[in-house]
């Protein structure tokens, strides 16, 4: 699973950014849901991309680089976004922390597009980034559809 370049290192170090930001923006979404389902479904998507960066960690130290990146990203739109559900939060507002996670879950599906557009990724690499993209775009759609249902 080796990648020799460093564009592809970095890219996999702003999908790391990237699924760190989400974790933290699930996790606070779930302590301050108020809805014993919201709060379900915000855990399990924060544990989820505790596993990406997981994989990713693993995907970038075979690169024999430094996986290194618990705080998160450098504040950027994605960034901003995550920190909009903080703010919804202050409100209880269901509907605005769903937008805010639509928002968010927008953004990072067009980060790992970006990303699979390398051509120098590894099979496995790439494999992998697909797999999670195809995760955040399964979240994205549920929580479209809870948007709807707690929007009625």
Not at 67 to 77: M, W
């Amino acid at each position: 699973m080796e990648i020799s370049n460093e564009k592809s290192v970095a890219n996999l170090k702003h999908l790391l950014s990237i699924c760190n930001d989400g974790k933290e923006g699930y996790r606070t979404a779930s302590d301050n849901a108020d809805s014993a389902e919201l709060k379900g479904i915000f855990t399990t998507y924060s544990i989820q991309r505790a596993e990406f960066e997981m994989q990713l960690k693993t995907c970038i130290q075979q690169c024999n680089a430094d996986p290194d990146n618990e705080s998160g990203g450098p504040i950027g739109v994605l960034h901003r976004t995550w920190m909009d559900i903080k703010a919804a939060l202050s409100s209880n507002d269901n509907k605005a922390i769903l937008e805010a996670c639509i928002t968010g879950e927008k953004a990072a599906v067009e980060a790992y597009d970006n990303a699979l557009e390398d051509n120098d990724l590894s099979p496995e690499v790439r494999q992998i980034l697909v797999s999670q993209r195809d995760g955040i775009n399964d979240c994205l759609r549920n929580i479209q559809t809870l948007e709807i249902q707690y929007t009625a």
